[in-house]
């Protein structure tokens, strides 16, 4: 179990996994989310069933409101495929990923339609963590025409496309950014 090596909190009952919340080390989470980056180099190896499963269940187990989960993902592995999605001028080393995930928001679903984007941005951001786990890096990525993606994959016209997310084993190690201090982005209880 890739969590047990992390977290000493994981404990199954019927089949199913979940973490034991006491038990996380939140210092061990902030590594995983402070050390990962953005990998736009792959190395040409495929990611294994198991491992892609779970990126998969992290992207499930995320909340939505009203637990409605008006998500879909797209797992893209056909080489044909990932080149039309590489178009773009930020996003052409799509088609050098082993796989990239396209997340879809249902924002004709009944009553909670308007947080879907939101509810699958939730969903992508666990699986990219998740991923980092277990050594797989990925990018998000934003160049893309949704009109010519949604015909490409056949997606239907209430469901809307948020991100492309290509994901394989890093061929490359960036630095860190630098980022704005906290400061400049939070202020307690009005905008300031």
């Known amino acids: 179990m890739y969590l047990r090596n992390i977290y000493n909190g994981v ?25 990962r980056r953005s990998i736009r180099q792959y190395e040409q190896k495929e990611i294994q069933t198991e491992v892609l499963n779970k990126i998969l269940e992290a ?32 996003n ?34 666990n699986m990219v963590i998740a991923a980092w ?8 990525i934003g160049d893309f025409k949704e009109e010519k993606v949604k015909e490409l994959l056949q997606i239907p016209n209430k469901w809307k ?3 492309l997310i290509p994901f394989g084993y890093p061929a490359e190690q960036p630095k860190p950014k630098k980022k704005k201090p906290v400061t400049e982005l939070v202020s307690f209880n009005k905008f300031s």
């Open 92 to 125: 052409r080393f799509i088609k050098d990923s082993p796989l990239t995930i396209v997340g879809c928001a249902n924002t004709g679903a009944r009553l909670t339609g308007k947080w879907s984007i939101v509810d699958t941005t939730i969903a992508l951001q």
């Open 11 to 35: 404990m199954i009952l019927t089949g199913v996994e979940y973490l034991n919340i006491k038990s996380v080390k939140v210092l061990d989470v902030m590594d995983v989310i402070l050390s």
């Open 161 to 163: 496309v948020v991100a």
């Open 59 to 90: 992207g499930r187990q995320a909340p939505s409101a009203a637990n409605r989960q008006p998500i879909h993902f797209i797992v893209v592995t056909e080489d044909n495929i990932k080149k039309e999605l590489s178009k773009g001028l930020f």
């Open 133 to 140: 786990t277990m050594g797989v890096g990925s990018c998000w």
